[in-house]
């Protein structure tokens, strides 16, 4: 997904929006960079209408025409412009699948076995140097 005019799919935030409220919002309507950017929310499924053209037609030379229908903000539109956290989507992924689960279990396991040991004997060995020090210094 890319190009989305933001600024537009926010209009939908406050539903149902119609094309008289996106006229009232200072939107040029029959502009062809609005037209296209409209019909690219419609294609990403970004929005929903009561209607199959979302109010949108064209005459046979390709003039626009619109009417007024409610236009909605579909569930992914919603994710699109109130994103949720990284770590839920990423966390959802890993647990709806098993190939992924897998992979990060094994990670996990490789980790804690191979990595952690080492570190926690690393880490003990610096604390017996300080404490060396600590008794030569008490001398």
Known sequence: MHDIDMKLLKCFV???????????LGHDHFNPKFIRNFQNLINNNLIS??????GLSFSAD???SWTAVDIYLTDKGRDYVFPKKQHKIILKLITENPTIAT???????????????????????????????VMISDK
């Open 49 to 54: 209408s009561n209607s199959a053209t979302f």
């Open 103 to 133: 992979i990060v279990g094994v990670l996990l396991a490789f980790v804690l076995t191979f990595l952690w040991p080492k570190q926690v004997e690393s880490e003990s060995n610096s604390s017996e140097t300080n404490s060396e020090k």
């Open 62 to 64: 390709k003039v626009p």
């Open 14 to 24: 406050q539903e149902p929006t119609d094309i008289n409220k996106l006229i009232d």
